[in-house]
């Protein structure tokens, strides 16, 4: 049962250009909503999050969109770089549950030139 | 520096062996997970603690077992390979309280069953 999709499964995008991943959810007992960044060979590390008090967060290039009534958060990179390129996993966490997460399906960015 | 080490980076393994898959972190963290990672299929979650001896189920846990005797070390254990677990196993801490809601990653153990 996948509690948490994500889309697309893949994503090209050029230089300086935004890309954008979405993810819905059905639990609404979901309580925070976390994105991890994955690079070849490494683990995923968390890049930002949003709890559903409030509709956005900015921190740099890296913005989330949260739409409470829909169900649906976004992750937007701006200006998107070379070095962003890798492979982004939404996630959401049920509240009072040791903070288990559950992850999307995972989305790889490819950023050309 | 936050640290989570994983035994191995790379394991081949026989249909029927026991693995083990060890994992320790640095943090004094409570919390502690195992996931499977698949294309196509994200992380799912196969074993969590929240305290020493502590251990409970995640969404597949079928086929594996885990042990967590010291708090910095989580193992997660194949009792008989099966090819279908071939697979990348990462392990994760997280602390306990508030403003602790990030889980720490390992590099992760490619795991390949014969």
Request: aromatic content about 12%; some cysteine; hydrophobic content about 45%.
């Given at each position: 049962q996948q509690q948490v999709k994500q889309s697309p499964q893949s994503l090209i995008v050029q230089k300086g250009g935004i890309s954008i991943i979405n993810c819905a959810y059905e639990n609404t007992a979901f309580d925070y909503f976390p994105w991890y960044q994955q690079f070849p060979?490494?683990?995923?590390?968390?890049?930002?999050a949003i709890r559903p008090d409030v509709s956005e967060k900015k921190e740099g290039r890296f913005t989330?969109?949260?739409?409470?009534?829909?169900?649906?958060?976004s992750l937007h990179i701006m200006d998107s770089q070379p070095g962003d390129s890798a492979?982004?996993?939404?996630?959401?966490?049920?509240?009072?549950t040791a903070s288990k997460l559950t992850f999307g399906t995972g989305t790889r960015l490819q950023v050309t030139l | 520096d936050v640290k989570v080490t994983q035994s191995s980076r790379y394991l081949v393994k026989r249909t029927g062996e026991k693995v083990f898959l060890e994992c320790v972190q640095d943090?004094?963290?409570e919390n502690m997970f195992w996931?499977?990672?698949?294309?196509?299929?994200?992380?799912?979650?196969i074993y969590f603690s929240y305290d020493v001896k502590m251990k409970e189920k995640g969404d597949i846990p079928e086929g594996y077992s885990v042990s967590r005797e010291k708090k910095e070390r989580?193992?997660?254990?194949?009792e008989s390979a099966s090819t279908n677990q071939t697979s990348m196993y990462l392990c994760a801490s997280r602390g306990r309280g508030a403003n602790t809601d990030t889980q720490y990653f390992g590099p992760g153990t490619r795991l390949t069953v014969l």
């Open positions: 060979g490494k683990g995923p590390a968390l890049l930002i989330i969109s949260f739409n409470k009534s829909a169900k649906q958060f492979t982004y996993f939404c996630a959401a966490r049920l509240d009072g | 943090m004094d963290h996931y499977r990672q698949d294309p196509g299929l994200g992380l799912r979650l989580f193992s997660l254990i194949l």
